[in-house]
């Protein structure tokens, strides 16, 4: 597995060092991880692309079916003795993980920046996120526990059990390469199960340095095997009868297409989908702070995120005084490539995405919605996979930027008469990720968190990602799951339970009794 070195970022500074960079890069190529060593078979690759130049800089080797085979094989053999382990002492392994991935932190933001062209804070912060969700994972004993009720009946006692799974895939998004593999996999191995990773062939890298630093610290050989592909991987390992469960976050169609295979072949599936967040600004709102907030909601990570605000609903007559003010912030957007400091917005993952993003931008205008910034004026004479940040006005539901997930630096705004008007747009999209308003009305914030049809919510907070002692998960098809990604609930989907009734009743009592059972006293 050969990695980018990169110089420190005091070299970075400027595009011109940044250029010449680029051209020291070397190839590199991303194999599989199976039973604790490399797995080169391949019959399939693809290539890895730095989007800030748009140019190649290494391939990713595709796992073949016998590959696959073999490392649920493995992990189905190393799931005996693992999750045969005690608690405490798979918590006492997630924190030695936690310290040996702090010790790769620069590798691994560099990583970030050069695959996914996320901006170095961007990236950082990622990275911290990850770091408190292995805490979180290794505080397994604080929710770990299970029901228990004494005495339900004639000396009868009844205890949820609870116990691993087996085998657990998990399967990431591009956008989050540091957290979300580690969501899976902590979450995964700290309940007793082995774990597969199928990461973005987009950003692959990460991920397999992950499986390095696992074996670091001390986890045993197949427990954490990886598998890298596309699509064929992902299906072949959701129908897998030796895999118990896998969890996905991706795109809505994808989510659901998996929860019904799913389904069909009794796997345990959490598939969180794609989201159109809303943010609701009313008439008492501070123009200028809810500004702020939908230029960083939307424009942070290229609009790259599940989180990211990407419908602003204006109520009243604050509508003109309010994208006006939106307008007057983008032009300070500093766009560029992730490996100069200066950079607040940096590429889309792909050539192919920008395409896409750009296509929505074109349908805005014929279909009656004003193009306030068109971000392609920017990014048009810019190298790379750069779409410039884009302001869009008057849309309205039924129009192609309204309805779909574009997944980029593109807000619309839509303008309501009333709150009921907004709540009603708001209501009308199938996703349901997140939303926020922004008031200063108690009663009103009181009514509309009652209300609102979303999974994660915020006043006055754009970006409402709650910290890992609470609940993560979509909504209406953003979500096709029972449980959450994180929180109190995403116990449940690693785990599952039995209920054990016992009693220990004097012989003598013992008698023939064909009856239903009831309660003695």
Request: net charge negative.
């Amino acid at each position: 597995f050969l990695m980018i070195r990169r110089p420190p970022r005091s070299t970075l500074s400027s595009s011109s060092a940044a250029s010449d960079v680029y051209k020291r890069q070397t190839m590199y190529t991303v194999d599989n991880f199976i039973n604790g060593k490399s797995d080169t078979a391949s019959k399939n690759s693809s290539i890895i692309v730095n989007p800030s130049y748009g140019k190649e800089i290494g391939k990713v080797l595709y796992a073949t079916d016998e590959s696959l085979n073999l490392a649920v094989e493995t992990s189905l053999k190393a799931f005996n003795a693992w999750s045969q382990t005690g608690l405490s002492f798979r918590a006492e392994l997630m924190l030695k993980f936690r310290q040996e991935l702090i010790k790769k932190s620069s590798e691994i933001i560099d990583l970030c920046t050069t695959e996914a062209g996320k901006t170095y804070p961007d990236a950082e912060a990622e990275l911290d996120r990850a770091v408190q969700c292995i805490t979180h994972a290794a505080s397994v004993q604080h929710f770990y526990p299970s029901h228990l009720s004494p005495n339900v009946a004639g000396g009868i006692d009844i205890a949820d059990r609870r116990y691993p799974l087996g085998v657990v895939v998990g399967v990431g998004p591009f956008n989050f390469p540091i957290l979300i593999p580690i969501v899976h996999s902590s979450m995964a191995l700290v309940t007793g199960n082995t774990f597969i990773s199928k990461p973005s062939e987009k950003v692959p890298s990460i991920s397999r340095l992950i499986a390095e630093i696992y074996k670091d610290a001390g986890l045993p050989d197949g427990c954490f095997n990886l598998l890298n592909g596309g699509k064929d991987v992902v299906e072949s390992l959701v129908c897998h009868k030796d895999v118990a469960a896998l969890a996905f976050i991706g795109s809505t169609p994808a989510a659901k297409s998996l929860k019904m295979l799913g389904v069909e072949n009794n796997t345990k599936v959490q598939a969180l989908g794609g989201a159109k967040n809303h943010m609701i600004v009313l008439p008492d709102a501070d123009l200028d702070m809810a500004a702020d907030a939908a230029v960083s909601a939307s424009f942070g990570a290229a609009g790259q995120r599940c989180m990211a605000v990407s419908v602003v609903v204006a109520v009243g007559d604050i509508a003109d005084d309010l994208v006006k003010k939106i307008k007057e912030r983008m032009p300070n957007l500093v766009i560029g490539k992730t490996d100069n400091s200066d950079t607040q917005l940096g590429p889309v993952i792909s050539q192919e995405n920008k395409d896409k993003i750009y296509s929505f931008i074109e349908t805005a205008e014929p279909e009656g919605a004003s193009l306030v910034v068109d971000g392609r004026e920017v990014s048009d004479a810019m190298e790379g996979c750069f779409v410039g940040a884009t302001l869009i006005d008057n849309v309205k539901p039924g129009m192609s930027v309204y309805e779909n997930e574009i997944f980029g630096p593109v807000l619309s705004f839509v303008r309501a008469e009333t709150y009921e008007d907004a709540m009603n747009i708001t209501h009308s999209h199938k996703l349901g990720n997140g939303a926020a308003i922004f008031t200063r009305d108690g009663g009103v914030a009181q009514k509309w968190t009652n209300e609102i049809q979303a999974g994660s919510i915020g006043i006055n907070v754009p970006i409402p990602l709650p910290t890992y002692t609470h609940s993560f998960g979509g909504w209406k098809d953003s979500g096709f799951s029972e449980t959450k990604a994180f929180g109190p609930s995403s116990i449940d989907f690693y785990t599952k339970t039995k209920s054990v009734a016992t009693r220990w009743p004097d012989p003598k009592d013992s008698k023939v009794d064909l009856g239903f059972p009831k309660n003695d006293k």
